[in-house]
């Protein structure tokens, strides 16, 4: 079982970076599909990033593709979104997932862990 814990959210203007981190607990973290995904009041959990085991695959949803990547450290056993050019509309709380395949998906369910979120703002 891993544990996760997000880091990096705040309050930021329109235009704006944030990275955000994951630090997972366990030794099989390497072994493990990460994703990211963000949850905006009234809405629905949405997929944002997945990225494979080792780092060689990635996906985005349309809305942040060319202005977040997601990125790991399995020596650290962290994963990163990089958000760049913040718009108001990705405000959300973060969250960080993995499951137990290696590769990565943009269904919440097929994930196993979730951290417990990191709130991001982007103000007008």
């Known amino acids: 079982q891993v544990q996760l814990v997000e880091s990096g959210g705040g309050l930021v203007q329109a235009g704006d970076s944030l990275r955000l981190s994951c630090a997972a607990s366990?030794?099989?973290?390497?072994?493990?599909?990460m994703g990211w995904f963000r949850q905006a009041p009234g809405k629905e959990r949405e997929f944002v990033a997945t990225i494979t085991w080792n780092g060689g695959g990635t996906h985005y949803v349309d809305s942040v593709k060319d202005r977040f990547t997601i990125s790991r450290d399995n020596a650290k056993n962290t994963v990163y979104l990089q958000m760049n050019n913040l718009k108001p509309e990705d405000t959300a709380v973060y969250y960080c997932?993995?499951?137990?395949?290696?590769?990565?998906?943009?269904?919440?369910?097929?994930?196993?862990?979730w951290g417990q979120g990191t709130q991001v703002t982007v103000s007008s």
């Open positions: 997932a993995a499951r137990t395949n290696p590769y990565g998906s943009s269904v919440p369910s097929d994930y196993t862990n």
């Open positions: 366990g030794r099989t973290f390497s072994r493990y599909g």
